[in-house]
T-cell receptor, first 110, second 114 residues
Framework: KQEVTQIPAALSVPEGENLVLNCSFT??????LQWFRQDPGKGLTSLLLIQSSQREQTSGRLNASLDKSSGRSTLYIAASQPGDSATYLC?????????FGKGTMLLVSP | EPEVTQTPSHQVTQMGQEVILRCVPI?????FYWYRQILGQKVEFLVSFYNNEISEKSEIFDDQFSVERPDGSNFTLKIRSTKLEDSAMYFC????????????FGQGTRLTVV
């Protein structure tokens, strides 16, 4: 059964810092990995989808990497802003499901 | 940009009552899902639906739950006799293909059972 772990559980940084969020998964036979953002009490916004054939995927200040062999993905956020404050979730697909990590709660202070 | 739409955004119901949560998936998507998130916990898979039938369901999705695609646009989750522990945020999602492309999520329905 796939298990997804995210470290750290919470992170507080001052505005402008670059930061890395980590995601690990136990079953490396995955097609892709998806990163989401969740604002408090809100839905899930897809940030990046990285295919298993890719090592990196970029969108603006976000960069996701995937290392299937080690069962890890990282989400790099450059020049963080207060508007980046949210919970970041990674999810890996099964046959027709997504298994989520518990998320990293990010707070970027001005 | 196409989006998944869920209604209502918040529903309060009495224990034992039936509730129906509604979703309009992205129009050209073929796979539909329900997930739930109990406050402070992980997002958990409930059920996936393709070609008018359930393709996979979790242990959570027991006999009190059912899903339906009553017409070409709506996708519903019915909880027959709600329990206090059903209180959660319920998310609908859709994707163009199983597991491969992006899954897009709605904004959720917050269900409160009292």
């Amino acid at each position: 059964k796939q298990e997804v772990t995210q470290i750290p559980a919470a992170l507080s940084v001052p505005e402008g810092e670059n930061l890395v969020l980590n995601c690990s998964f136990t079953d490396s036979a995955i097609y892709n990995l998806q990163w989401f953002r969740q604002d408090p009490g809100k839905g899930l916004t897809s940030l990046l989808l990285i295919q298993s054939s890719q090592r990196e995927q970029t969108s603006g200040r976000l960069n996701a990497s995937l290392d299937k062999s080690s069962g890890r993905s990282t989400l790099y956020i450059a020049a963080s802003q207060p508007g980046d404050s949210a919970t970041y979730l990674c999810a890996v697909p099964g046959y027709s499901t997504l298994t989520f990590g518990k998320g990293t709660m990010l707070l970027v202070s001005p | 940009e196409p989006e998944v739409t869920q209604t209502p955004s918040h529903q309060v119901t009495q224990m034992g009552q039936e509730v129906i949560l509604r979703c309009v998936p992205i129009s050209n998507h073929l796979y539909f899902y329900w997930y739930r998130q109990i406050l402070g916990q992980k997002v958990e898979f409930l059920v996936s639906f393709y070609n008018n039938e359930i393709s996979e369901k979790s242990e959570i999705f027991d006999d009190q739950f059912s899903v339906e695609r009553p017409d070409g646009s709506n996708f519903t989750l019915k909880i027959r006799s709600t329990k206090l522990e059903d209180s959660a945020m319920y998310f609908c999602a859709s994707s163009g293909d199983r597991g491969l492309p992006e899954a897009f999520f709605g904004q959720g329905t917050r269900l409160t059972v009292v």
